[in-house]
């Protein structure tokens, strides 16, 4: 069966500091995709990034940064120099790479608050 | 260019009652994916179009159906409304190709659907 897990439900910080949303999955399956969400106020889940089961390679965009670790199944999520923009419900979430469908997986979120 | 449209935004129904929720994809998506997500809840996978048929079901009863129209906009259906049943529900498009599913879907801002 495929899980994700966010053990972090609500993380605060002081505008300007780093964070670092945490996230474990479950799958047996050998190729996959993992994604993580942003789902601010308003509702709308927004896409922040995909990344494949054959590239570890971290990623940076801007003031944020993925960490993939196939070893200890995790996809952690940075942020840098928080904004109180940043304010909203993180998911991260897990998909089969080949399946005629795409279902979407989702851990229950983590909530983040950057506090001016 | 069009995003993801739902209507409608709100909606409060009674037990017993029975209700519809449209969706509009993406511009050139042809594939429409519906989510439940319950308060303080990550979304969990209903089911989803393509061609017209349901081609992936999530752990939902038949209370639940849908409809994808020519034109690849879908309705959700759902009879006998239970207090349980409210929810925000969001709705994803993407893009096959070659009968393969693309994995990047695109969320709607959702319906909140209140069952009292």
């Known amino acids: 069966a495929q899980k994700v897990t966010q053990a972090q439900t609500e993380i605060s910080v002081v505008e300007k500091e780093d964070v670092t949303l945490d996230c474990v999955y479950e799958?047996?399956?050998?190729?996959?995709?993992l994604f993580w969400y942003k789902q601010p106020p308003s509702g709308e889940l927004v896409f922040l990034i995909r990344?494949?089961?054959?590239?570890?390679q971290n990623e940076i965009s801007g003031r944020y940064s993925w960490n993939f670790q196939k070893s200890t199944s995790s996809f952690n999520f940075t942020i840098t120099a928080s904004q109180v923009v940043d304010s909203a419900v993180y998911f991260c979430?897990?998909?089969?790479?080949?399946?005629?469908?795409?279902?979407?997986?989702f851990g229950s979120g983590t909530r983040l608050s950057i506090r001016p | 260019d069009a995003g993801v449209t739902q209507s409608p935004t709100h909606l409060i129904k009674t037990r017993g009652q029975q209700v519809t929720l449209r969706c509009s994809p993406k511009?050139?998506?042809?594939?429409v994916s519906w989510y439940q997500q319950a308060l303080g809840q990550g979304p969990q996978f209903i089911f989803q179009?393509?061609?017209?048929?349901?081609?992936q079901r999530g752990n939902f009863p038949d209370r639940f159906s849908g409809h994808q129209f020519p034109n690849y906009s879908s309705e959700l259906n759902v009879n006998a409304l239970l207090l349980g049943d409210s929810a925000l529900y969001l709705c994803?498009?993407?893009?096959?190709?070659?009968?393969?599913?693309?994995?990047?879907?695109?969320f709607g801002p959702g319906t909140r659907l209140t069952v009292t």
């Open positions: 994803a498009s993407s893009l096959r190709t070659s009968g393969r599913a693309v994995h990047e879907q695109y």
């Open positions: 511009s050139g998506h042809d594939t």
């Open positions: 179009y393509y061609e017209e048929e349901e081609r």
């Open positions: 799958t047996r399956d050998t190729t996959y995709y």
């Open positions: 979430a897990l998909s089969d790479l080949y399946s005629s469908a795409s279902k979407i997986i």
């Open positions: 990344r494949n089961s054959f590239d570890e």
